[in-house]
C-alpha cells in the first residue's frame, strides 16, 4: 500500500476513469479503483463515502470538461451573434468527437450523467442558461430581438437537437453534416436578428 | 377458401397490417395472410409477388397516410407562414400519436418503412421537398427571404427533430412540450421573414 503519496480527489477520478474504461461500468467497483492507486478502499471512502458520490464525481468532471470551453465562449466579449455561432458548433464537435472516438466510454459517462442528473443540476440547464446568458448579451448590444430569452435559448438546444444529441450520432459520420450545420444555424441566427 | 370476393391489393394490404398487428413482424407470413383473407397464398402473391413486395407496400400506405394531409397542407393557398407552421405542427401530431397510441405498430412500421427506403423514395425526402415546395411560394408571395431553398427545407427538418423523430418520442410526454414547439416553430420563422 502506498498512502505515503498524497491521494487528492482528482487522483481518485483520473484512476476512477481508467479503471471504468478497462472494466465497464457493470463491473468496476471501488476495490478495483482502491487496488489500481494502490491504497486501502477505505482511503478512497475518505474522499468519496459511497460507490454513488464516486460515479456521480466521474459524472461532473466528465461534463465539466465539455462545459469549460462553452462557459467561457459564453464569457467572452464581442459580437453575440458570432459567439453563439461559435457555442453552438463547438457543442456540437465536443458531442460528435466524444461519441465517435470513443463511442463504449460516452455511453459510460452518459448513463453516470444519467444517474448524477437529479444531484448535480442536469448538465441541460445548465447548456441552456449559458445560451440565454448570450441571447441576453445580444438583446443589450443591440444584436438580437428576443421576446422570452429564457423560452428561446431552450428553443435554440431543441432546433439543434440533431446535432448534439447522442441518438442522432449515426448520423454524424455523413458527408454533408457541415453544410446541413450551417444552415440551420444560418437560419437560427436570421430568427434573432432585430428585425 | 372464398376466391368469390373480389381480391384487391387494398383489401390484401388492410388485412395484412391485422396480420402484423396480432403476430408482430418476425412472425407474420404470407400464409397467415392468405389464412385471414380465407384465400390460396397464390392469390396474394398474384398481386404482391413477393413478400418483400407486400412489407413495401404495407410501408407505402402508412406513409402516404402520414403524408396525405401534409400534402393537402403543401398545396394549398394563402399565407406562406401559416401553412408551413400549421404543416410542421401536423407532421409533429401525427407521429406524435402514432408513437405514443400504438408504440409496437409504430416499431413495426418503422422496420418496414427503413426497409422499402431504398425501394419507396425516402419519405425523409418526400417531407423536405414539401417544405421546400411550401418556401418557394413564400418567397412568390414576399413573406420569406430564402436564400438556398433545398438547404434551408433541410434545416427546418433538421431543426424540428426533436418534434418528429421518434428518438425523442419519451420527450413528447412533456407537459411543456406545446410550448417548446411554439417557440422552436416561432423563432424559424422569424428566421424566413423578408428583412
Known amino acids: 500500500m502506498n498512502e505515503a503519496v498524497v491521494l ?7 484512476v476512477t476513469e481508467d479503471v471504468l474504461r478497462r472494466y465497464g ?4 467497483t471501488v476495490v478495483d479503483v482502491a487496488r489500481a492507486l494502490d491504497v486501502s478502499h477505505g482511503s478512497v471512502y475518505r474522499h468519496f463515502p459511497s460507490k454513488a458520490s464516486l ?14 470551453p462553452l462557459l ?7 459580437s453575440a451573434h458570432d459567439r453563439l455561432d461559435r ?13 465517435l ?4 466510454m460516452f455511453e459510460t459517462y452518459l448513463t453516470l450523467a444519467r444517474e448524477a442528473c437529479a444531484a448535480v443540476k442536469c448538465h441541460k440547464d445548465t447548456m441552456i442558461d449559458q445560451i440565454a446568458a448570450i441571447l441576453t448579451d ?12 429564457k423560452a428561446t435559448a431552450r428553443a435554440i438546444f431543441d432546433a439543434t437537437v440533431r446535432f ?9 459520420k455523413d458527408a454533408d453534416l457541415s453544410a446541413r450545420v450551417d444552415a440551420t444555424l444560418a437560419l437560427l441566427l436570421r430568427g434573432l436578428r432585430t428585425a
Open 8 to 14: 487528492t480527489p482528482e487522483r481518485i477520478l483520473e
Open 164 to 172: 448534439h444529441h447522442p441518438a442522432h450520432a449515426d448520423e454524424w
Open 138 to 149: 445580444g438583446v443589450k448590444r443591440g444584436e438580437f430581438a428576443v421576446g422570452d430569452v
Open 72 to 78: 467561457a465562449i459564453a464569457n467572452e466579449q464581442g
Open 25 to 28: 461500468l457493470a463491473k468496476a
Open 55 to 68: 460515479r456521480e464525481a466521474v459524472a461532473k468532471r466528465w461534463l465539466d470538461r465539455i462545459d469549460a
Open 87 to 99: 457555442w453552438l458548433r463547438t457543442l456540437f464537435a465536443a458531442k460528435r468527437s466524444r461519441v
Open 101 to 104: 472516438d470513443d463511442p463504449e
